[in-house]
């Protein structure tokens, strides 16, 4: 009898230790995600919505925190819309970085979901001193293409710093700081380049024609006049009537413009059917101007995406 029974509870022994584990590892489970993993979300995270911002915050926040950046490269910001996952780790984020000012037209009510749901977010535009467009289907509008003027980016990156050591769990400060500050001076250093680029060419040259509304920060800052755009709008979803085009054609030749700024990210086929439209020469020469690259094709940094395009524009100007 003592020896079944010892027999017996040899046999059991194994499936006693199976169970135990398993309870072991629903427990270690259990403890997981209610304690060290923090909801599932792991490594702090933020969430950008566009490549530019994208790029300029990787800066920011450097090995500090997971940076997510929903746009691809060379998509139109205005139309990108996001995929269910995509949408799940704006919901999960630490902060959400977006342009705001009406840019992300599809991105915004998640923006606006994950808000609602406690998740810290931070609208860049809307804290950069924005612009309103003084023509065409926007007039009066918000300008969201803050981008374009440098100093605007350099107030920009304080204010993602700021954020990003306020409401990302973990970070190092100190670290966020450093790096703020480095590429802060890197985007001062790119607005005095631009200045003295922009030098050369004669104030009566100064004119831009672009394939929608965008550079008017650009403008601004170093002194160019916006003669008018293909699409008279703020946005690329928009289209340009018969009256329109006809209008920019008579605009561009009283003006004597020498080239279309056509987006690099969109066709532009409305600008060279504006150009058979005019009777003067006039080129049509592609901007970097609302997505950067892959990595090889021209832009694939803020950085790199402003100084080809000052190169672009002192060519296309014929100071080059």
């Not at 480095?182 to 040259?205: C, H, N």
Request: aromatic share 4%; hydrophobic share 40%.
């Amino acid at each position: 009898m003592s020896d079944a029974s010892t027999t017996g509870r040899r046999r059991r022994s194994p499936a006693r230790l199976l169970v135990a584990s398993l309870v072991g590892a629903l427990l270690l489970g259990v403890s997981g995600c209610a304690g060290g993993d923090q909801g599932g979300r792991g490594r702090p995270s933020v969430v950008v919505t566009t490549n530019i911002l994208g790029d300029i915050t990787r800066n920011i926040v450097g090995d500090e925190a997971e940076v997510s950046v929903l746009m691809q490269a060379g998509a139109d910001p205005h139309s990108f819309g996001v995929s269910a996952p995509q949408a799940a780790s704006i919901e999960r984020a630490d902060l959400v970085v977006y342009n705001g000012l009406g840019l992300e037209e599809n991105v915004l009510r998640h923006v606006e979901a994950a808000e609602e749901a406690g998740v810290s977010t931070l609208a860049v535009g809307e804290a950069v001193d924005p612009l309103t467009y003084t023509a065409g289907a926007s007039a009066d509008e918000p300008d969201p293409h803050f981008w374009t003027d440098p100093q605007r980016v350099g107030k920009a990156v304080g204010l993602i710093a700021d954020q990003v050591a306020e409401h990302v769990r973990g970070v190092d400060k100190a670290v966020v700081g450093k790096n703020a500050s480095a590429y802060g001076t890197q985007v001062t250093d790119l607005a005095s380049w631009m200045r003295k680029q922009f030098d050369v060419i004669p104030s009566e040259q100064r004119q831009l024609v672009t394939n929608h509304h965008v550079f008017g920060y650009l403008a601004q800052r170093f002194g160019f006049r916006i003669v008018g755009a293909v699409i008279p709008s703020g946005t690329t979803l928009a289209s340009p009537s018969a009256s329109d085009l006809t209008s920019l054609s008579t605009a561009i030749e009283t003006a004597g413009v020498k080239a279309i700024f056509a987006d690099s990210s969109q066709p532009d086929r409305l600008a060279r059917v504006l150009k058979r439209e005019s009777d003067i020469e006039v080129d049509v020469v592609p901007l970097f101007s609302e997505s950067l690259t892959e990595k090889g094709e021209g832009a694939a940094t803020y950085l790199e995406m402003m100084r080809a395009n000052t190169r672009s524009i002192s060519m296309g100007l014929g100071t080059e």
